[in-house]
């Protein structure tokens, strides 16, 4: 291949890179943008932070679940209906406390799947719907209470007798037959406990005792730990949310905002007219045959004459000091940047040379006279054999 093609090959390569460089970074442009839209576009939570033994944010329950694994309790985490029924059926004869934190959340299907759990029930904040299916003595007397405040049991409740005050609001029931009601608010409890067919059902108006923000105050870690340690082994359930129809469904390019389909046309149709643009700017590549052909060995002579009438002896120091090192680096398996210390350690390792003598002939000052400039290149080219031979 003759030097004029090699050059008219580099110059097509470098023209044609040119031409489809901005249509190119536009196009780049379009699928970044797509991708970050899809990604900013909100997606349904499928996961349940309030209550949650796993979770530990304000709303979760991590540090009250820890706790009771400290204490010998066996809290095993579940996430859903299926889960929860294997768990108490897994315990065998061993009695066990099944915790449902957010049973508003489950459909009826499921609840009455879960009221025929052979365990004894902790419902967490349940409304009518669970309440009928899990609860059938209990309906709602206030939906919501705010709070106010520790409020006392003011029951004969021995776990929230222990416990005193907690801090519970929100829902209160209503009771009809034989049932222990504390924490009153409205006249109405916040807390419900009563037996049938052989197992002991709570009902607890509110989760905030049991959450990572608020365990620590008043009697709320006393409560909640009282009101579990009926049995060793504890079946926590905390339901997802149900998912969206229009969400569950969606896949793919339909996660994608209209607005950010906006944002992709607008971007394809710019990088269509820069590319019509580009292509009418420049016309064909024609090929230009060299008027001449400059050996290498010319240019390093055209070079020195250049320095020398100018008297750039610095300048001709730095450039056969850089050509030296670059040459060497590799030998001493040094990356290109390495610090002149460490450069010159290890070549002083592979010379008869010091550090001292070593860091003069790399680094030391330029040369005042033409002879200072050759004694120079005869000791770069010494120190350049010694490493090279060792």
């Given at each position: 291949m003759t030097t004029t093609a090699v050059t008219g090959w580099a110059v097509s390569r470098d023209w044609q890179w040119?031409?489809?460089?901005?249509?190119?970074?536009?196009?780049?442009?379009?699928?970044?943008?797509?991708?970050?839209?899809?990604?900013?576009?909100?997606?349904?939570?499928?996961?349940?932070?309030?209550?949650?033994?796993?979770?530990?944010?304000?709303?979760?329950?991590?540090?009250?679940?820890?706790?009771?694994?400290?204490?010998?309790?066996?809290?095993?985490?579940?996430?859903?209906?299926?889960?929860?029924?294997?768990?108490?059926?897994?315990?065998?004869?061993?009695?066990?406390?099944?915790?449902?934190?957010?049973?508003?959340?489950?459909?009826?299907?499921?609840?009455?799947?879960?009221?025929?759990?052979?365990?004894?029930?902790?419902?967490?904040?349940?409304?009518?719907?669970?309440?009928?299916?899990?609860?059938?003595?209990?309906?709602?007397?206030?939906?919501?209470?705010?709070?106010?405040?520790?409020?006392?049991?003011?029951?004969?409740?021995?776990?929230?007798?222990?416990?005193?005050?907690?801090?519970?609001?929100?829902?209160?029931?209503?009771?009809?037959?034989?049932?222990?009601g504390c924490y009153p608010l409205q006249n109405s409890p916040a807390l419900v406990r009563y037996a049938s067919g052989g197992r002991t059902i709570t009902v607890l108006g509110s989760g905030l005792p049991m959450t990572n923000a608020n365990l620590a105050y008043a009697g709320n870690a006393a409560l909640a730990i009282n009101l579990l340690s009926a049995h060793p082994d504890i079946v926590w359930l905390t339901p997802a949310p149900p998912a969206e129809p229009s969400t569950a469904q969606a896949t793919g390019p339909t996660l994608i905002g209209w607005a950010a389909w906006l944002v992709v046309f607008q971007l394809a149709i710019a990088a269509v007219l820069a590319m019509i643009w580009r292509a009418r700017r420049l016309g064909p590549l024609i090929a230009e045959r060299l008027p001449v052909v400059v050996r290498a060995s010319e240019t390093v002579e055209g070079h020195a004459r250049m320095y020398q009438s100018r008297r750039a002896r610095g300048r001709t120091a730095q450039a056969l000091r850089a050509a030296m090192l670059a040459r060497t680096l590799p030998v001493l398996g040094l990356p290109k940047g390495t610090e002149a210390d460490a450069v010159t350690q290890a070549i002083a390792d592979r010379s008869r040379l010091g550090q001292e003598d070593i860091a003069e002939i790399l680094h030391g000052p330029a040369p005042g006279t033409d002879a200072e400039l050759i004694s120079l290149t005869g000791r770069l080219d010494d120190l350049e054999r010694e490493v090279r031979t060792q």
């Amino acid at each position: 291949m003759t030097t004029t093609a090699v050059t008219g090959w580099a110059v097509s390569r470098d023209w044609q890179w040119r031409r489809w460089r901005i249509p190119l970074a536009l196009i780049a442009l379009i699928i970044v943008a797509g991708i970050v839209l899809a990604y900013l576009q909100p997606r349904p939570n499928l996961s349940n932070e309030y209550l949650n033994p796993a979770d530990t944010s304000p709303v979760g329950s991590h540090a009250l679940a820890s706790i009771l694994g400290e204490l010998g309790f066996t809290v095993t985490a579940v996430y859903s209906t299926a889960d929860a029924l294997a768990a108490v059926r897994s315990s065998g004869r061993v009695p066990v406390t099944l915790m449902i934190t957010s049973p508003g959340l489950l459909p009826r299907r499921q609840l009455a799947m879960l009221a025929g759990a052979q365990a004894d029930l902790f419902l967490v904040e349940p409304q009518s719907r669970a309440l009928q299916a899990l609860a059938p003595r209990v309906s709602v007397a206030h939906a919501y209470v705010p709070a106010s405040g520790p409020v006392q049991p003011d029951c004969s409740l021995r776990a929230a007798r222990l416990a005193g005050s907690a801090d519970l609001a929100g829902i209160t029931y209503a009771v009809s037959g034989a049932a222990i009601g504390c924490y009153p608010l409205q006249n109405s409890p916040a807390l419900v406990r009563y037996a049938s067919g052989g197992r002991t059902i709570t009902v607890l108006g509110s989760g905030l005792p049991m959450t990572n923000a608020n365990l620590a105050y008043a009697g709320n870690a006393a409560l909640a730990i009282n009101l579990l340690s009926a049995h060793p082994d504890i079946v926590w359930l905390t339901p997802a949310p149900p998912a969206e129809p229009s969400t569950a469904q969606a896949t793919g390019p339909t996660l994608i905002g209209w607005a950010a389909w906006l944002v992709v046309f607008q971007l394809a149709i710019a990088a269509v007219l820069a590319m019509i643009w580009r292509a009418r700017r420049l016309g064909p590549l024609i090929a230009e045959r060299l008027p001449v052909v400059v050996r290498a060995s010319e240019t390093v002579e055209g070079h020195a004459r250049m320095y020398q009438s100018r008297r750039a002896r610095g300048r001709t120091a730095q450039a056969l000091r850089a050509a030296m090192l670059a040459r060497t680096l590799p030998v001493l398996g040094l990356p290109k940047g390495t610090e002149a210390d460490a450069v010159t350690q290890a070549i002083a390792d592979r010379s008869r040379l010091g550090q001292e003598d070593i860091a003069e002939i790399l680094h030391g000052p330029a040369p005042g006279t033409d002879a200072e400039l050759i004694s120079l290149t005869g000791r770069l080219d010494d120190l350049e054999r010694e490493v090279r031979t060792q």
